[in-house]
């Protein structure tokens, strides 16, 4: 099927106004793309941040009243309606966004990332039992494997994490890393603050074999550091730089001695000060991509004396 698609600019004040009049014309649909490179990252709880400028992109059914449409978007001021552009949106177009986001990579030879309705290759059935299969939908970057900081993890989990290990995921997402970790093996507890995370964490450890108890998800209301003190072998958080150093002394509490903690979403030149909050971990070289850093590190019986604030 194809679409009618209508396309404008806006920014975070203006949106609510355009997002209405788009609705109240017949819009089935509409998506926010930056107009801009200025990436949204995860946010604080409650935040639901934009971009600066937003290109705004409404679908209509092609039989659409377009006097009527064009009626309706009169009431904006016209300097929002500048750059207005219509265009037709086939089926084909949506699969190739979809694509964008779509990951099939092998990890460190043991662990097949790919989109739940792929094929498997004979490639893939070559490599033998030892490979584990990890199927999710293509959907935003930090829930795919498609974007660097997941990537980094999802290799280092594929190389290091080993049968048995007590895992936790803490800001889970789609669960993709503690997925992965309790396909090898691992008894994972897997934490977010977003419902729809902890939903989709479910529904993807579910449909990839896993059983309730090989991958418990919780709520961060529901997480209760004390009850986990010194109990995971392996500590993994791709979040941001900010809740990184925050959460420096819940993870190092609840780090067994020698547990590794790994921890990616921070830039190359945030490095520094995150490896500084965590004075019971001793990290190696980061691992860079994109700009974007992975730090693994153990967790040591007694605060590194080498850190100035340890």
């Not at 604080?44 to 937003?54: A, F, H, K, Q, Y």
């Not at 949506?94 to 662990?111: E, I, K």
Request: charged share 20%; hydrophobic share 45%.
């Amino acid at each position: 099927m194809s679409w009618l698609q209508i396309e404008l600019l806006a920014n975070p004040e203006t949106l609510p106004e355009v997002e209405q009049a788009l609705t109240a014309c017949g819009a089935v649909s509409i998506t926010l793309v930056s107009d801009v490179h200025e990436p949204v990252l995860e946010p604080n709880p409650g935040e639901t941040p934009l971009w600066s400028s937003v290109r705004v992109q409404a679908l209509y059914p092609l039989d659409v009243d377009m006097a009527e449409v064009r009626q309706g978007l009169a009431k904006l001021p016209s300097q929002w309606l500048a750059e207005l552009e219509i265009s037709f949106v086939g089926v084909e177009d949506w699969q190739n966004a979809l694509r964008t986001h779509t990951v099939d990579h092998l990890f460190a030879g043991r662990l097949w990332l790919l989109p739940k309705d792929a094929d498997v290759a004979p490639s893939k059935v070559a490599l033998g039992k030892n490979v584990v299969e990890l199927r999710l939908d293509p959907g935003l970057a930090f829930g795919s494997g498609s974007h660097p900081t997941t990537r980094l993890c999802l290799e280092w989990i594929a190389r290091h994490v080993n049968a048995g290990d007590r895992v936790l995921d803490f800001g889970c997402g789609s669960g993709v890393l503690g997925i992965a970790a309790a396909l090898l093996g691992a008894a994972v507890v897997a934490v977010d603050h977003d419902q729809q995370a902890i939903v989709a964490t479910g529904e993807n450890a579910a449909y990839n074999g896993l059983k309730a108890g090989e991958v418990v998800v919780l709520s961060t209301d529901d997480w209760r550091p004390d009850a986990h003190a010194a109990s995971f072998d392996v500590i993994v958080a791709n979040i941001l730089a900010a809740p990184l150093k925050s959460l420096a002394l819940t993870f190092e509490q609840v780090a067994a001695p020698n547990a590794a903690i790994v921890l990616s979403g921070v830039l190359s030149e945030q490095v520094g000060e995150v490896i500084a909050c965590y004075a019971r971990t001793d990290f190696g070289p980061a691992e860079i991509e994109d700009g974007w850093a992975c730090l693994s590190g153990k967790r040591q019986l007694a605060p590194m004396s080498t850190r100035p604030d340890a």
